[in-house]
């Protein structure tokens, strides 16, 4: 029975992303939004069904909690470090995807992922 609730919880998350990303398509649509925005109303349009199943799942509580403990100053130096490096790959990915700021093939992606490297490994402390 647990397993089949597991998957009923599973199922709504996935129902409740994919009514986000066709709510987000058909707004972009209506809009004329550009190919840059669209993937931001798509990743926007997803966010509500991964926190219902954050929620669902029962680990939304703990992640809040481990959120607000009190964390040395360097961990939070290397969480900003972690996202500043990711969110200058991201800037990268799309400046190279648009044609504003060219360089080598997935300069972006590898920048990104780097950060988030260092992101997840220091995140903890």
């Known amino acids: 029975m647990e397993k089949i609730l ?10 409740i992303v994919i009514a986000g990303f066709i709510y987000a398509d058909s707004y972009s649509s209506q809009h004329s939004v550009g ?6 109303l798509l990743t926007i349009g997803a966010l509500p ?4 199943y954050c929620i669902l799942n029962g680990n939304f509580r703990k992640q809040y909690a481990s959120l607000l403990r009190p964390v040395p100053f360097s961990v939070w130096v290397w969480r900003f470090v972690g996202f500043a490096i990711s969110s200058f790959g991201f800037f990268l ?13 997935f300069a ?7 950060g988030l490297v260092i992101l997840a490994a220091k995140a903890k402390g």
């Open 6 to 15: 597991r998957i009923f919880k599973l199922l709504l998350c996935f129902i």
């Open 35 to 40: 190919a840059t925005g669209k993937t931001l």
């Open 49 to 52: 069904g991964i926190l219902a």
């Open 93 to 105: 990915f799309i400046g190279n995807r648009s044609g504003q700021f060219l360089s080598f093939p």
């Open 108 to 114: 972006g992606t590898l920048v990104c992922v780097i």
